[in-house]
C-alpha cells in the first residue's frame, strides 16, 4: 500500500502561478509511474500530466506550455509547476502512482483544491 499526500493548492488570481507537491511513502518510488490528475464539479477526473523520468512526461492539451511535472526520486516526490493559471483550471487535483510492474497496484491522494479567480 502506497500513501500519497499532496499539499500546495490554494486560491491565486488569473495568471499566477502555484506549485504541487505529492509524497509517496514507499521504498520504491522509482518504480511507479507518477500522474497528476484534476476534478472540477460535475465533470469527470482528468489526466493533466504524468511522468515516468525526465525523459517520458505526457500533458492534457490544455496545460501543454504552462504546466511542468518532475519528480525526485531521493525524495519520494512528484511535483506539477503551473504557470499562467486560467479559471478553467479550477478543480481538485490528485495524485496518481501506479506500479510500473503491475497496473492494478494503483494509488491516489486525498487531492489538494486549486481555485483560479478571474
Known amino acids: 500500500q502506497v500513501q500519497l499526500v499532496e499539499s500546495g493548492g490554494g486560491l491565486v488570481l488569473a495568471g499566477g502561478s502555484l506549485r504541487l507537491s505529492c509524497v509517496a511513502s514507499?521504498?520504491?518510488?522509482?518504480?511507479?509511474?507518477m500522474g497528476w490528475y484534476r476534478q472540477a464539479p460535475g465533470r469527470q477526473r482528468e489526466l493533466v500530466a504524468r511522468i515516468i523520468n525526465i525523459d517520458n512526461t505526457g500533458y492534457a492539451d490544455s496545460v501543454k506550455g504552462r504546466f511542468t511535472i518532475s519528480r525526485d526520486n531521493a525524495k519520494n516526490t512528484v511535483y506539477l509547476q503551473m504557470n499562467s493559471l486560467k479559471p478553467e483550471d479550477t478543480a481538485r487535483y490528485y495524485c496518481?502512482?501506479?506500479?510500473?510492474?503491475?497496473?492494478?497496484?494503483?494509488?491516489w491522494g486525498q487531492g489538494t483544491q486549486v481555485t483560479v479567480s478571474s
Open positions: 514507499t521504498r520504491i518510488f522509482s518504480i511507479y509511474t
Open positions: 496518481n502512482a501506479r506500479d510500473m510492474r503491475l497496473a492494478s497496484n494503483d494509488y
